[in-house]
């Protein structure tokens, strides 16, 4: 029976000789076998991450590294419990981490991403998904140079499919998320799950651990929030522009997420500033307001490339 642990990464280097090995074996698979067909795939780059994460996880519980060719398509491992693991992972130039700082040195919380078609395609039948995640180089391309010392897999958790899909923030194409220091939107139908939420391990071996009833138990656990600390803030203070919350919420939500500072907004402080000077100019606003503006936002002016 699984015990809970908080989630912290696994960290395993493919550097070696083996981690070589196994990154050829993903590159020489997904150049057989790449999936051109099917709602919202990865690219080939991804399509080879994720072959080498299931590889490195397959190695390490002791199975064969490679699926037989009627492997079936929902999930990628069968523990001996029965439950069908499916192996998730991005890849990136840089490590994983629980927390991002940004900016306005607030943290921002990790988080996964799942495609929502994918979910709610009733012939992948996945139990669980565990979440990897691969840093790789500048040149990502598999399998890489025994040289290069940047091909490390993170190791995140696990979680079941009905917790994903009754917890997870389901966004559409186009909809804005923020990435450490930077903004950007997505290209497809996405699903938000946070990594403070997942189920730890101590060790890849855990996986053998877990049974049907944990799956179970965790079908119908409630995890917290499935939004950084900081986007609550913004949302709560949105909310209370438009009338729906009040102060007392916002004290709420910064009691719980633990968030007091001035949280940045979603656009530039310069356009705050434009917009609050043209009010000054129609004669409706005061330099007071400017000034208590000035307390919580900061312009920032042209300072040369």
């Not at 079936?72 to 840089?94: E, F, H, T």
């Not at 927390?99 to 996964?112: L, M, Q, T, V």
């Not at 990594?195 to 391990?201: E, Q, S």
């Amino acid at each position: 029976m699984y015990k809970y642990k908080h989630p912290q990464p696994i960290v395993i280097k493919l550097t070696d000789e083996l981690g070589f090995s196994l990154r050829q074996k993903a590159a020489d698979y997904i150049a057989a076998n790449q999936n051109r067909t099917g709602a919202e795939r990865g690219s080939s780059e991804e399509q080879g991450f994720g072959a080498l994460a299931e590889m490195v996880i397959r190695n390490k519980l002791g199975m064969p590294e490679i699926n037989p060719e009627n492997h079936p398509l929902g999930y990628d491992i069968l523990l001996p419990s029965g439950i069908k693991v499916d192996v998730k992972c991005r890849g990136g130039a840089l490590p994983f981490r629980e927390e991002y700082e940004s900016s306005d040195g607030i943290i921002r919380e990790a988080k996964h991403n799942f495609f929502a078609r994918q979910m709610y395609d009733e012939r992948l039948d996945a139990d669980v998904y565990l979440m990897t995640h691969l840093e790789t180089p500048s040149k990502r391309e598999l399998p890489g140079t025994k040289r290069q010392k940047k091909w490390i897999l993170y190791i995140c958790g696990w979680v079941s499919k009905e917790r994903v899909i009754n917890e997870g923030v389901y966004l559409p194409r186009g909809s804005l998320t923020e990435q450490g220091r930077t903004w950007f939107t997505y290209r497809g139908q996405e699903i938000e799950y946070y990594n403070r939420n997942l189920n730890g391990l101590d060790s890849i071996t855990d996986l053998l651990s877990i049974e049907t009833s944990d799956v179970e138990k965790d079908k119908v656990h409630k995890g917290d929030l499935n939004l950084t600390s900081v986007d609550a803030v913004r949302i709560t203070y949105d909310l209370i522009g438009r009338g729906i919350l009040s102060e007392k919420h916002l004290t709420f939500v910064q009691k719980e997420t633990g968030v007091t500072k001035i949280v940045k907004p979603i656009l530039h402080s310069n356009q705050y500033f434009h917009l609050l000077r043209w009010l000054e100019g129609k004669g409706i606003l005061t330099d007071r307001e400017i000034e208590e503006a000035q307390k919580v936002l900061q312009e920032e002016p042209y300072d040369g490339i």
